[in-house]
């Protein structure tokens, strides 16, 4: 993994969640903190995970999060994961509920938002050139 982060550059978080879920007040939450952290947050709703992984590629995340508290979030983290592997964007943490799979952290129920920004800056500072 190699994430190159341009001084002065803002860490850039795509953060997605499916249109099936209603649940939605926790990731408007987390992409405020993050904001008033000063990460770039871009949020989208998606049917596919194919549109997250275009618009990781089209915004040029360092990031990728996908809330979910519904139950079909494994095939779309395995769907994502595979589509930013193809797209040559293997590079981007993505946040999901399978370390097994690559993924950076899971951040479950509970988490403060400030856990996952320290976790990003921290991550990203040690990859960065």
Do not use: C, Y
């Not at 341009?6 to 879920?21: C, D, M, Y």
């Not at 293997?90 to 403060?112: I, K, M, Y």
Request: no cysteine; proline share 5%; aromatic share 4%.
């Amino acid at each position: 993994m190699s994430i190159e982060i341009a001084p002065g550059e803002p860490i850039r978080v795509l953060l997605a969640k499916p249109t099936v879920e209603a649940h939605d007040r926790g990731v408007r939450l987390v992409a405020k903190k993050m904001r008033d952290a000063g990460l770039e947050v871009i949020f989208i709703n998606f049917l596919l995970p194919e549109e997250v992984v275009q618009a990781a590629v089209d915004e040029d995340v360092h990031v990728v999060g996908i809330s979910t508290s519904a139950g079909g979030h494994l095939p779309i983290f395995e769907d994502v994961i595979a589509g930013l592997a193809a797209q040559g964007r293997d590079d981007a943490l993505v946040e999901a509920t399978l370390l097994s799979w690559g993924v950076e952290a899971v951040f479950g129920p509970g988490t403060n938002a400030d856990q996952t920004i320290e976790m990003i800056k921290q991550r990203l500072a040690t990859v960065s050139p």
